[in-house]
């Protein structure tokens, strides 16, 4: 074994190639589910603050206002129309409430 195998390319000759180039793989499925979670913790947050007490609503709205911009980023990357729309709503409800 001490002649390399033909067709085969050794460490060495890698590396001499120079930096290496990163691999961008993207997930899908894993994006689908941050999607699916970041709607559905939006939907609860905001139904939830609809309907609660007005001193606990500022409560909400910091919960809101820690996974927003994981929904924006993630919006960004996917330009779904549901996400918008979650983000659109809680953008005016900020609004709403810094104008207050």
Do not use: W
Not at 24 to 47: D, M, V
Not at 54 to 67: Q, R
């Amino acid at each position: 074994m001490a002649q390399e195998e033909s067709g085969t390319a050794s460490l060495e000759s890698y590396l001499k190639q120079g930096p290496a180039k990163p691999v961008i793989f993207q997930n899908i499925a894993l994006q689908r589910i941050q999607i699916t979670i970041i709607k559905s913790e939006l939907l609860r947050l905001l139904r939830v603050y609809n309907s609660c007490s007005p001193e606990m609503k500022t409560d909400f709205l910091k919960e809101i206002g820690k996974i927003s911009p994981s929904a924006v980023s993630l919006f960004e990357e996917t330009h779904g129309p549901e996400l918008h729309e979650l983000i659109r709503q809680v953008e005016s409800l900020a609004k709403a409430e810094a104008d207050r």
